[in-house]
């Protein structure tokens, strides 16, 4: 006897429901799959916080270093003519460096430095070196004041994030990855005698 289409048919879903039913069952590989599918974004987001904890370190690295710098300068052991005064310059941001050893093959080249000097603490400010979207070096002074008068130091330094995931909270400069750090000292110079300083206050 022949078999018609609609049986044919019926035969055909049935064996299809039957192989589904069949493949719901099976949960082999599953855990596998789901794994796959909850690694990527769950590294991802462990490097995020790496990354995180490690701009916290380099913010307090600088903080430490800029308040070791500061004192120095309060009491009148270091200080800087003007900008013309390249060692002096230089030595202030190799100082803030030496105190940030654990990043000083690249301290040097990320770092700036303004020190600049005003006639109370009323007025006393830092600089926003920034020009458009981009970090603006020429903005930043480089002059301390004598015996008792009131000084702000503020050291920038720009780190290169690794994570994509962390530009859009974190990136200063777009397009750039980078993040300003950005460290601040406010402080009155002590009554200290020229003699006592590194060079001649100008």
């Not at 100082?95 to 301290?107: T, V």
């Not at 930043?140 to 690794?162: E, F, I, P, R």
């Amino acid at each position: 006897m022949p078999i018609s289409k609609t049986q044919t048919r019926k035969a055909l879903t049935g064996s299809l429901a039957k192989a589904f039913r069949r493949l719901r069952a099976d949960q082999r590989g599953a855990t596998a799959v789901e794994f796959a599918i909850v690694v990527g974004p769950f590294i991802f987001m462990i490097f995020a916080i790496l990354e995180l904890a490690l701009v916290f370190m380099v913010n307090v690295s600088l903080d430490n270093a800029t308040a070791i710098e500061g004192r120095k300068f309060r009491t009148g052991q270091e200080c800087i003519d003007n900008s013309s005064d390249t060692v002096a310059v230089n030595n202030l941001k190799q100082n803030i460096c030496n105190n940030m050893s654990w990043l000083q093959a690249q301290c040097m080249s990320n770092l700036y430095v303004d020190i600049r000097t005003f006639s109370s603490f009323t007025g006393a400010s830092s600089p926003s070196p920034t020009t458009g979207a981009s970090f603006d070096p020429t903005k930043l002074q480089d002059t301390s004041g004598g015996a008792q008068t009131t000084n702000v130091m503020t050291a920038y330094y720009k780190w290169t994030l690794l994570t994509p995931f962390l530009y859009g909270g974190l990136q200063t400069y777009p397009g750039t990855g980078q993040h300003l750090l950005v460290s601040t000292e406010v402080f009155d110079t002590e009554p200290f005698g020229t003699t006592t300083a590194n060079c001649t206050q100008g």
